[in-house]
């Protein structure tokens, strides 16, 4: 499935099969922060309009199948360094597909100017993403306790991933 795989830019024509890819993700509540009951307005506005870039995959058949948004972690000074969210369509998931939305995205990153990538809110129960963001690159340089109020687990530890995406000292 990753070979056949194309990563290209969102277009507004591509909301009714983003968001149906989406929706799901948000209402299980097991790994974004987003309000479970999040509408679809609201879904477009973080996911599309609060984000510097938003890319989609797409398989050989033209159907929908992964996302990644990309936009600064923080603001002015702290600008320099990217944040990222992904998303992988559950029948889609353990084909690569997640991996090469992350290397994608580090590239684009690197391509804006953007001197590192940062994740602020991993949930320590999304072992498929840790290892997927590990074996790409990132390591974990915190441990937020009790950070994330998992929808079936209650209150489980968050991770923050972090990477470098040039030469030289860390940003």
Avoid: K
Wanted: glycine letters at 10%; aromatic letters at 10%; one cysteine or more.
């Amino acid at each position: 499935m990753a070979s056949l795989l194309q990563i290209r830019p969102y277009v507004p024509a591509d909301w009714p099969a983003l968001w149906a890819l989406l929706e799901p993700v948000f209402r299980a509540g097991e790994t974004f922060p987003h309000d479970p009951a999040i509408t679809e307005a609201e879904a477009q506005l973080a996911w599309v309009e609060q984000n510097q870039a938003v890319m989609i995959a797409v398989d050989g058949a033209g159907a929908l199948v992964g996302t990644y948004y990309l936009r600064p972690n923080s603001l002015e000074l702290g600008a320099h360094v990217a944040n990222a969210g992904y998303v992988v369509a559950e029948h889609c998931r353990r084909q690569g597909i997640g991996s090469r939305l992350c290397q994608h995205s580090l590239q684009a990153a690197r391509v804006l100017g953007f001197r590192a990538m940062q994740f602020n809110l991993v949930v320590s129960t999304n072992t498929a993403g840790i290892h997927c963001w590990q074996r790409n690159g990132f390591q974990v340089i915190g441990t937020l306790p009790g950070a994330f109020r998992h929808r079936q687990l209650g209150y489980v530890d968050a991770l923050v991933m972090f990477q470098g995406l040039v030469e030289g000292p860390a940003p």
